[in-house]
């Protein structure tokens, strides 16, 4: 009992043996109510805010570019090593307690709450739970108590919790954002008096200084069109409350070193699938150099083992391949200076591994797989819809040719742009990518570098230590 308490959350005990409903202290062990729990585990629930953090809901393989909580963590230094997605389109927050216990049941250390948008857009409306009629003018005050309901579960479990604020919809009725700012005021307040809450306050970087009591306006550009209205955000909104998440997942998570490699580390050895992470340039099998590709002024060669290319599909980029020293020290910079002329042209760096012996044998059936890797965007850059590492492997499954993929932070050519005003830093990582059961494995492609405009655009951009990495199975 002693080490129990020893190695548990101070700030969370605090909570934790207040009382039961009852009003009795200490009623369970500790060990019954703080389960093994990873701060770099997070359980999201909420609606659409959530659901959209992946772009292959039921899936969850490929992350989101237009949505904050995944470029948060790029930006953050990549500290999620997990991230659970309980979120679901067009849920108020009492239909979103249904999978409450199913998020609390997970390893995750930290909850993620994002929701209260269509509980006042919906309203009034019978409780999933109580049954209940929740008025349009007291909608507001029912939202928080399903979010109070939450955070306060997740605090008993010795868990830390994180609550967006709503933004709302652009279509709110000025009675609506009544009940908006009432649902907000409550949650700052619930801030203020729990341990362990943390607010991200999305509102402020979204909302328009224009916004009044009798209309929400959003900034230009910050939320995708193409919706019945602005109600989502765009890859620039999703950035700029990136930059806000950042900082508070680096108040609660532990900086984990997983995005970077060293000589050691590389296909030989099984458990980092790419040769030459550090992109030397003298020595090995030769790189390649695609169509449109040209060596930077200063370099000599490409680095060994790697493939520059135009993405598929374009036959009109130009972009010119450096090597330069990185500035912390780790190994060589790759520098691609690119000029796009069509929406969805872009360039590509990649390895890629035959499924027969000897390459093949580094991924059998049941390998899983994570892309890791860091790009850097120099202020004045144009176009940019995506910039990541992702994975793509074929093989015969039931008889039938297969294709999976994994993004790092996937857009398209319709959901905004990141931001020319400024640069920045991504440290990336994909999901996890379990090989099938493959009959017959065909190839197992890792892009370093997958950039795609969704206008004609120049910039420049920098990659370092890519990595395809093999999980350890000694501790799952």
Not at 306 to 328: C, I, K, M, Q
């Amino acid at each position: 009992m002693a080490g129990e308490i020893e190695q548990a959350d101070i700030r969370a005990l605090t909570h934790v043996l207040g009382h039961d409903e009852q009003g009795l202290f200490g009623r369970n062990t500790i060990g019954s109510i703080i389960a093994p729990r990873s701060l770099n585990i997070i359980a999201a629930i909420g609606d659409s805010t959530v659901e959209q953090m992946h772009l292959d809901s039921g899936v969850y393989r490929n992350r989101s570019a237009y949505n904050h909580f995944f470029i948060g963590n790029a930006l953050a230094g990549n500290p999620v090593a997990r991230a659970y997605n309980f979120g679901k389109s067009g849920e108020r927050t009492d239909q979103t307690l249904a999978r409450l216990s199913a998020a609390l049941a997970t390893d995750a250390g930290v909850l993620y709450i994002s929701e209260g948008i269509n509980s006042i857009a919906q309203a009034p409306y019978t409780h999933a739970v109580s049954g209940a009629t929740v008025a349009a003018d007291q909608v507001g005050a029912q939202a928080f108590a399903d979010t109070l309901t939450k955070v306060d579960a997740a605090l008993a479990k010795g868990m830390r919790v994180i609550v967006v604020l709503c933004h709302g919809a652009a279509n709110y009725t000025a009675a609506q954002i009544k009940q908006l700012v009432i649902y907000n005021a409550a949650l700052r307040r619930l801030a203020e008096l729990r341990p362990n809450v943390w607010l991200l306050d999305a509102p402020s970087i979204l909302h328009d200084p224009s916004t009044t009591p009798n209309s929400l306006a959003f900034r230009t550009g910050y939320m995708r069109t193409g919706e019945a209205t602005l109600v989502h955000e765009s890859a620039t909104g999703a950035y700029f409350v990136g930059k806000l998440f950042a900082g508070v997942l680096r108040n609660i998570l532990r900086l984990l070193p997983r995005n970077s490699v060293d000589g050691s580390n590389q296909r030989v050895n099984g458990l980092q699938l790419v040769n030459n992470p550090l992109f030397n340039a003298t020595s090995g099998n030769a790189g390649t150099m695609g169509a449109g590709g040209s060596l930077a002024s200063g370099t000599s060669a490409l680095p060994f083992e790697w493939n520059f290319r135009r993405v598929s599909g374009d036959s009109t980029t130009t972009f010119t391949v450096g090597v330069e020293p990185n500035a912390e020290g780790n190994g060589n910079d790759v520098v691609i200076t690119y000029n796009v002329t069509t929406a969805g042209g872009g360039v590509r760096i990649n390895q890629d591994l035959a499924g027969t012996s000897p390459n093949g044998d580094y991924w059998p059936p049941g390998t899983m797989l994570q892309a890791f890797g860091k790009t850097t965007v120099i202020a004045g850059a144009t176009g940019l819809a995506s910039v990541q590492p992702m994975i793509e492997m074929n093989g015969t499954l039931n008889g039938v040719s297969t294709t999976q993929v994994t993004h790092a932070l996937l857009n398209d050519t319709s959901h905004g742009l990141y931001p020319s005003t400024e640069g920045f830093s991504m440290d990336h990582a994909s999901e996890v990518l379990t090989v099938p059961a493959y009959s017959a494995r065909a190839y197992l492609s890792f892009r370093a570098l997958e950039l795609v405009c969704a206008t004609a655009g120049t910039g420049t951009v920098r990659v370092n230590m890519p990595q395809l990495a093999v999980r350890s199975t000694l501790i799952m």
